[in-house]
């Protein structure tokens, strides 16, 4: 991807585009090629979703639409883009209506600083994991105009507990990846890869992986951290008054920033594409979706948390755990 973004940008320039046009025509077609990659990511987890939530309930989910449900999603898809898009009367047209894009484009824009080999990757920032981080905080944003805009306390409720979930548990979620910039020496993603090529931060930081992944999860606002949408109590959160497309654009969010936290898991603690005999980018899918199945796995075993102990479980418990590991891997640092 790197040597296609470069290659691009010097045709352009060959062209006597000017440079500055020219990085924007080609942050647009990386961009759709991105959202192209994420859309059938979805298809493809969806129908995991469904497979994985039957199994562990013992019944067969979709089967009837495709070779054992697997065109479900297509009939999905249509449904969605048919039905009709409405928008409540006193709610706020344009918030309303802005809010999907706010949640869907970080989870575009995430993409761009993951490498699934030291080629293959959008762009190699200097400060690309710094990036990653702060990127998802403006899907918050989005939640809580959607909240707002939608004139429905049930969707104020789900916004303004989308806002306290974030900030809580971004908190653990960057202090976590801390012992892995200091054995790594970079920000850059591409070298923390490469500097795992001996062996695997999961194996010298697992509590920091595991503090990484938890928050994660939250922040992807998967169960047992849904309470932005708590179906028992608010009927769909921030979502409630949305429906057709729209709604579609939440849900694409949703897997799509399952997807990049997984990935960048990967990344970050699994050495990326590595490993023996198959090539980089399948050895970085499979590590990608075994991540993801663990998640859909937690996601139908665990029951919701409550919002006191959604707090606890950041404040008490991964905040301190997150430190601690830091504590160690500076320690480690200094002494080797």
């Known amino acids: 991807m790197t040597a296609f973004v470069t290659w691009l940008e010097g045709l352009l320039k060959q062209s006597n585009i000017p440079a500055f ?9 990386a961009g759709v090629v991105i ?3 994420i859309g059938l990511s979805v298809m493809v987890l969806v129908w995991m979703e469904r497979k994985i939530s039957a199994h562990v309930q013992s019944r067969l989910g979709p089967m009837r639409v495709g070779p054992h449900g697997s065109l479900q999603l297509l009939a999905d898809i249509l449904k969605l883009v048919t039905k009709e898009d409405m928008v409540p009367e006193k709610a706020d047209y344009w918030i309303f209506v802005i809010a999907p894009f706010v949640v869907l484009l ?6 761009l600083v993951i490498p699934i080999d030291s080629k293959l990757v959008v762009r190699n920032l ?8 702060s990127v998802p905080s403006i899907s918050s944003i989005g939640l809580i105009m959607a909240g ?6 049930y969707s104020l409720l ?3 507990r989308a806002a306290a979930q974030f900030i809580s548990y971004e908190i653990p979620r960057a202090i976590s990846v801390l012992g892995v910039i200091m054995f790594a020496g970079s920000l850059s993603t591409v070298a923390i890869v490469s500097a795992q090529s001996r062996i695997w931060y999961i194996i010298l930081q697992p509590l920091g992986f595991l503090v990484f992944f938890i928050a994660s999860i939250a922040e992807c606002n998967r169960i047992p951290f849904d309470l932005p949408e708590g179906e028992a109590e608010l009927v769909g959160g921030y979502m409630t008054e949305y429906s057709g497309a729209r709604y579609a654009m939440f849900m694409m969010a949703e897997y799509g920033h399952l997807v990049a ?6 990344v970050l603690f699994l050495g ?3 490993g023996f005999l198959l090539p980089p980018f399948v050895w970085f899918v499979i590590k990608v979706f075994a991540l993801i199945c663990l998640v859909m796995w937690i996601r139908w075993t665990y029951p919701r948390f409550r919002p006191d102990q959604l707090m606890d479980i950041s404040w008490k418990v991964l905040i301190p755990l997150a430190l601690i590991n830091l504590v160690i891997a500076g320690s480690v640092t200094a002494f080797m």
């Open 21 to 29: 046009y020219a990085q924007i025509i080609t942050a647009v077609i």
């Open 35 to 37: 959202f192209s990659v």
């Open 106 to 111: 970080p989870a575009v824009l995430a993409f």
């Open 126 to 133: 200097n400060v690309g994991l710094l990036y990653f981080l």
């Open 148 to 153: 707002w805009g939608s004139h429905s306390k």
């Open 158 to 160: 789900g916004g303004m």
């Open 261 to 266: 936290a997984c990935a960048m898991a990967t």
């Open 272 to 274: 990326g594409g590595s």
